[in-house]
């Protein structure tokens, strides 16, 4: 997982139970967070709000909630009905987090308490394993599913499921949005799948063997570059998000 916030990118390690963060400017560590208060167990998922970086712990069904300036904790939110949580997104005023186990648990970013559970039969929620917030929109991963279930943040009501065998979804875990284009990781077809924001169709498929693609399981956006975490490579693609193309590959065993 990747979270980006004042020129810092942070990765989540999901096997060593730790945060690496880096320089973006120049991929360069920082620091690595693991301490016992954090309470780390098998981070899946990284979100920056209010100030703060929320953490998903995929083992352990809680979050944890960090100071994103330093990395001290905040809290261990764990008072939710959390099922292997393993997407996070932040959109008005809200933390939605999404449970392998098909629903969607909906928070209030800035103390963590329950607002509601997302969950109903014409969403087709199926593992859903990433989200993304573009305008008044939540999109959702579908990884089981090979879909995107695509709500309205203000509701929870469904917009519509996006599926179409040009999108190439295979696996898709996930999500990113930059300038009205939906950036969708799939896993297993080690590719990217872009889509338009406003109507779900799709842009092109991003896949070359420059991109040393390897299992890409999170995405990240800063400015002009798309980040991509390949976690069978244990590496990060970096992409100019304009167009597609390579701007370098980062590979250092000092970032684990």
């Given amino acids: 997982a990747l979270a980006v916030s004042a020129g810092h990118l942070f990765v989540a390690n999901h096997m060593g139970d730790s945060l690496a963060e880096l320089n973006l400017s120049n991929g360069a560590l920082v620091r690595v967070i693991s301490a016992l208060p954090d309470q780390f167990s098998g981070p899946d998922a990284l979100v920056v709000g209010a100030g703060h970086l929320f953490v998903a712990n995929g083992n352990g069904s809680w979050l944890t909630e960090l100071n994103v300036s330093n990395g001290s904790l905040v809290r261990v939110i764990l008072a939710a009905p959390f099922g292997a949580p393993d997407a996070l ?3 008005a005023g809200h933390l939605f987090v999404a449970n392998g186990a098909d629903w969607l648990t909906e928070l209030n970013v800035a103390n963590g308490s329950l607002v ?3 969950s109903a039969p014409a969403d087709k929620f199926e ?3 990433a989200l993304a917030v573009s305008g008044g929109h939540l999109f ?3 990884g089981v599913g090979v879909s995107l279930t695509e709500l309205n943040v203000a509701n929870g009501a469904l917009v519509r499921v996006i599926s179409a065998p040009a ?3 295979d696996v898709p875990d996930a999500l990113a949005v930059s300038g009205g284009h939906l950036f969708v990781a799939n896993g297993i077809g080690d590719s990217l799948t872009e889509l338009s924001v406003a109507n779900g169709t799709l842009v092109r498929v991003i896949s070359a063997p420059a991109d040393d693609f390897d299992g890409p ?3 990240a956006v800063s400015g002009a570059h ?3 975490a390949n976690g069978g490579g244990d590496s990060l693609t970096e992409l100019n998000v304009a ?3 390579l701007v370098r590959v980062i590979s250092d065993t000092a970032t684990r």
């Fill in 89 to 91: 997104v932040v959109g």
């Fill in 116 to 118: 509601g559970v997302i």
């Fill in 127 to 129: 593992d859903p394993d």
């Fill in 140 to 142: 959702v991963a579908n």
């Fill in 167 to 169: 999108d190439d979804f």
């Fill in 217 to 219: 399981d999170a995405l």
């Fill in 226 to 228: 798309l980040f991509v």
């Fill in 243 to 245: 167009n597609g193309s």
